[in-house]
């Protein structure tokens, strides 16, 4: 009887070790998943701020080159409007 008695209680033991090695090996697996999405995450943030800083350089020479073209229309006409010049 008291072998039958430590049969259960090895048993019992044996299946609840196996219960833990299970959750561990779950909870492995979810922490390699989530390292996974942090990196795909990373990847991602770095392509929209290199994006980012792409298109702010492309802002900033469209610009410059709208000024030049204000400089160089305004040096056209003299300086000033040509709209505004007296018909005698």
């Known amino acids: 009887m008291l072998k039958a008695i430590n049969t259960k209680i090895l048993l019992a033991i ?3 070790l196996t219960a833990i090695g299970g959750l561990l090996v ?17 990847i991602i943030l770095e392509q929209q701020q290199k994006a980012t800083e792409d298109q702010k350089k492309e802002d900033a020479e469209f610009w410059k080159k709208v000024q030049a073209d204000k400089k160089k229309h305004s ?6 409007s040509a709209t505004n010049s007296v018909i005698p």
């Open 14 to 16: 044996l299946a609840a």
């Open 26 to 42: 779950h909870q492995n697996h979810v922490n390699e998943q989530r390292a996974a999405d942090a990196a795909k995450a990373r």
């Open 75 to 80: 040096s056209m006409n003299g300086g000033g």
